[in-house]
């Protein structure tokens, strides 16, 4: 009733019941998240990156997950999808950027210079104050150091509004940070959108990586990456990476950094150190699909 009056009384509208659960759901949901936002619930795992040549750690990917006291460690495909068109997708990305931030400065404190790459969602990347945002919180932090801060962006959700997300890019490069377009080769990019935006790195969506060993298509797509990569003077990612044949299949195609299973299942922080000085030791790829 209320509704039809909103819409102009003189009208009818049919309560949908299905709907209304869903809609009562979806809401309950969005206030546990809030909750565990408040309640310092959610941490950050880190995934390592290495240089295939020289095994040497590259960097790291931070990935959320949530700490729930009842259900115990959920991945971030259990809560993130609830947020994506919520304002509390935004403020889990400032809790990640200012924890990853809080984390890379622990890290320099303690001799280890490694640089950090966290995920921004596309509602987060094109907000309005996100540049500004970002130039306070880094001011917190006087021994930043540059290209020490990655975003990675998902292909397809830069090319929604390729105008704005190049100036937020290129306002951030200024700030020292870098971008990666992230699971290149499942969207449907533009090599004139590729060119415009202003990205260090094109990380290879695991899908192709995990399968590249029997399927040439895969292979394929991967060599046709790796070429396109060269010409806009783009590094290449590889994730996915899950065995020892993978890393040497990849180094025979040309494609040298690498993350996945078969490096380092993602970590939290003490963990990571932990892994850290075994492999500084012994480096060697493992069978990460089992």
């Not at 590094?235 to 990849?250: F, M, R, Y």
């Amino acid at each position: 009733m209320y509704i039809a009056k909103q819409e102009g009384k003189n009208r009818s509208y049919i309560f949908d019941v299905e709907r209304d659960v869903a809609v009562k759901h979806l809401n309950e949901e969005l206030n546990r998240i809030a909750q565990a936002l408040k309640n310092q619930e959610f941490v950050l795992f880190y995934q390592p990156k290495i240089d295939l040549r020289t095994s040497d750690v590259v960097g790291v990917e931070a990935l959320i997950r949530w700490q729930h006291p009842e259900k115990g460690l959920l991945s971030p495909a259990s809560f993130l999808p609830a947020v994506e068109h919520d304002i509390l997708d935004i403020e889990i990305g400032k809790w990640v950027i200012n924890t990853a931030l809080k984390q890379l400065q622990t890290w320099q404190a303690a001799g280890h210079n490694i640089p950090m790459s966290v995920n921004i969602s596309p509602m987060h990347l094109q907000h309005s104050v996100f540049v500004n945002d970002l130039k306070k919180k880094l001011s917190n932090y006087p021994q930043f150091k540059a290209e020490s801060l990655e975003f990675e962006i998902l292909e397809s959700s830069a090319l929604k509004d390729i105008e704005l997300v190049s100036k937020v890019m290129k306002e951030c490069e200024k700030l020292g940070v870098r971008f990666s377009i992230d699971d290149f080769g499942t969207g449907y990019s533009s090599l004139t959108y590729l060119k415009r935006l202003p990205a260090k790195y094109l990380k290879i969506d695991q899908s192709f990586v995990r399968d590249m060993l029997f399927d040439k298509d895969d292979t394929a797509i991967i060599q046709g990456i790796i070429e396109l990569a060269k010409v806009f003077d783009l590094k290449v990612i590889a994730e996915g990476v899950e065995t020892p044949l993978h890393g040497e299949l990849l180094l025979s195609l040309g494609s040298y950094l690498a993350q996945g299973y078969g490096i380092a299942k993602p970590m939290p922080e003490n963990e990571f150190l932990a892994w850290l000085v075994k492999w500084e030791h012994a480096p060697y790829l493992v069978d990460g699909s089992k």
